[in-house]
DNA sequence: TTGACAAGTGGAATATTCTCCGTTTATTAT
DNA sequence: ATAATAAACGGAGAATATTCCACTTGTCAA
């Protein structure tokens, strides 16, 4: 279904489309090729046959980018949570926060590259935090509503907020990826970890 | 080459060492004027009259610069650690780990803005993760003692390593500054949290 | 003292990020 | 159609990061 509801803003210009087309095409491309940390805005613009400027004017960083490219993968990965969320709705909230973890762990790793592409140079260029992304921003949310549960149901008082904090920050790439690297554990272990520390045995 | 068994290595050459100097005081004029992150390389290159490639030979990038700035504060603030640790060496393991985090977290308050310039390049830099450097490491060492003490106090069987990594991470410039200015949590709310995940209440 | 040579140096060269701005072009109202 | 206009373009270029290497200079051993 095309969006042609008359919407008050003017549509994206279609030599702008197709810029933006080949721009993705490029990335897409080169990420291949390459690793997606050593491919620089310039290549992408040079084999997209832009300017840098057209590229940047789009795409404020290689983070943006990339996130457009995995845009439709992370609204998969949502929807497989709203599914589980539904299908799981009765059991206890611990069981369905790693439900989440589980699932988001298997998305970590089906799409790395980008992902990681999506969380870095989100460190240099605003302030800071690879927290604040809308893909992070709405785990989040889920996260607090489970701890919150959690709390009802254990007659706990944690904070539920700055545990989702933590939580992500461990599911996020600097912090992922040393343990598998690093530390060699598999997704299977570090879930295991995460589910001893976060969901109460207390 | 000398067949004789002198392995010492040549001393810095004095004229380094002058231009080392050089180079410390001007990062630390240019850090008293902006912001850590907003001074260059090349600015620090300048303001001490050596070439960049001066520079660069001593110190791959800021982060490590940084590091030679804070090594005495850092080696006191270890200093302070052992002193702790001695005087409360009868106290549960749980009470000297807190302690030891609230030691780290007057000192990142207190040494923010270089502890920032260390931790900062090291993302872009090697492949990854903050967690790596000479003083997480120790800090990590540390850790891992106390969480295995407690897992004998206490019974458990928790991952002190994995433990560890994810209190340092928390303890890192990017999740701590991130609950200070955002969350708006202050350094004591902060440590209470961390106590209450880590040290386990299970 | 001296000379061999490792250590150290400067800065040109290359690569990247990112901005600025004059030019081009698709769209839309007429 | 056509002109007005906002959107989009692209590339020059400023600021950085980082490497490379031909040249200098302390140091040490004889």
Redesign the pocket.
Known sequence: MNGSETTQI?S?????AE?RQRILNAAIKLFEQNDVEQV???QIANEAQ?????L???YK??SELCLDLIKDNVDLFFDDIEIYLKENCSSPPSKRLKGILSLFIRFREKKSQLLTGVED?SS??PPRSRIQSPLFNELHHLLVNLFDEMNVTKQTRLNSVFNADLLLTALSRDFYSFQRDVRNYSPEMILEELCTLFISLK
Do not use: F, L, Q
């Open positions: 003017r994206e210009r279609r030599d702008a810029n620089s805005m310039n832009v300017g840098p400027g057209t940047y004017r789009r960083n290689k140079s240099t260029n």
